[in-house]
């Protein structure tokens, strides 16, 4: 009988803060998890990413390790999953550069990320790596020959150049890439910051907005008491009117499994601040175990750098096949035996 091979999935996320929140659980993380059951997975924690704007060099080795030990504690198994850093599979960056010379400055500048983040740095602050920033993303991806890429609603332009990119490549000198599809849930791709419902949860808004997975459940708590809600007393989702009471029914409603019409029901006639000690209550349920785990993990430094190089030579292992093709196509000669490319 002839062996079918799982779909392959691949997925990264940046460690520049020092803990994961709650958008990025319930927008990717959470799918990681589920799609080990079912798919051949390759997970990294992208720290090439995460030099494109300015950073400190410990903090990034540190959050680097904490992140790796934070999908750990999420369920990230590397007996089934293959866990790595970015850095240490060269490969990446090798065929990053080949696409960024079929990437065209136009499509680059479109990238909307691209377009918020260089308009607060301004042209003379932005960094070219910014600019780049997508045109490594789809390397990432592209080098596993990824079916599916579990991420958030805000990586979608990312994944629709990735696409683009596999395909011009492709057309132009045979068929090297699979051209990926996005994976993103319907409940929870987008968790919108509690402070300023307007804008998507994230770690570069203030911190009283942001739910950390690492946060004391005390702050947590009270980040959920403070969040903003709206005029008017019932609790009803309705995202033109109550756009933060929507928010917070929508994060309970991807952490408990319940629909949001359920839980309108089970809160009619009570107030916002029954909604908000419930959902404090069901996130610290979630996330009490991840903090425990991540925090004994960390303390094992060892381990987690054994998991993590053991990670990096499957990934190079695959990388490598993906960017060989990639480069004989392209018409690099090939270095002669005894050279290391
Ligand atoms: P990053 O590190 O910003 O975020 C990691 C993942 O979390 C999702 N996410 C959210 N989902 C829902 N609501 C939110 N408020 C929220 N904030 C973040 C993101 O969509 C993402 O899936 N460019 C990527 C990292 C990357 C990557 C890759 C992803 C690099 N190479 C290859 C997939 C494949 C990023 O900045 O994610």
């Keep these: 009988m002839a062996v079918v091979p799982l779909p392959r999935v691949l997925s990264g996320i940046q ?16 799918q990681w998890v589920a799609l080990q059951e079912t798919t051949e997975a390759f997970y990294c924690v992208v720290d090439l990413h995460a030099i494109t704007q300015d950073w400190n060099p ?7 390790l904490t992140s790796a030990a934070q999908l750990l504690a999420l369920g990230v198994d590397p007996a089934r999953s293959t866990l ?63 079916d599916q890429v579990p991420v958030g609603d805000d990586q979608r332009q990312h994944l629709e150049l990735t696409r683009d990119l596999a395909t011009r490549f492709n057309s132009r000198f045979g068929r090297t890439f699979t051209v990926p599809s996005g994976f993103i849930p319907e409940a929870g791709a987008r968790v919108m910051d509690l402070q300023s419902p307007g804008k998507k949860m994230s ?61 309108e029901q ?35 430094r060892a381990e987690l750098e054994r998991i993590l190089a053991a990670g ?13 093709a990639a480069y004989e196509r392209a018409g690099f000669l090939a270095p002669a035996a005894g050279v290391v490319a």
Excluded at 15 to 30: D, I, V
Excluded at 105 to 123: I, L, N, P, V, Y
Excluded at 282 to 297: C, K, Y
Excluded at 312 to 324: D, P
């Design 84 to 146: 790595f850093v970015q850095s240490h599979v060269p490969e990446h960056v090798r065929l990053s550069w080949v696409l960024e010379c079929i990437a065209r400055f136009g499509e680059a500048s479109r990238m909307t990320q691209f377009k918020d983040k260089s308009q607060r740095e301004g042209a003379e602050g932005s960094s070219v790596g910014l600019f780049t920033y997508p045109v490594l993303m789809a390397a990432d991806i592209l080098a596993y020959q990824a």
């Design 312 to 324: 990096a030579a499957r990934a190079r292992e695959v990388a490598g096949v993906t960017v060989a």
């Design 266 to 300: 089970h809160f009619a006639g009570r107030g916002y601040g029954d909604l908000k000690k419930e959902l404090a209550e069901v996130v610290a349920d979630v996330v009490t175990p991840i903090r425990t785990r991540t925090q004994e993990l960390v303390d094992d």
């Design 58 to 64: 410990d903090e990034l080795r540190q959050n680097t």
């Design 203 to 263: 770690k570069s808004l203030p911190p009283a907005g942001c739910v950390f997975l690492l946060d004391e459940p005390s702050v947590t708590a009270k980040k959920i008491r403070s969040a903003v809600t709206d005029t008017g007393r019932e609790v009803v989702a309705d995202p033109v009117n109550k756009p933060g009471v929507t928010n917070l029914l929508g994060i309970h409603s991807a952490l408990s499994g319940r629909s949001v019409a359920d839980l």
């Design 15 to 30: 460690p520049t803060a020092g803990s994961f929140h709650l958008g990025n659980y319930l927008g990717a993380l959470r």
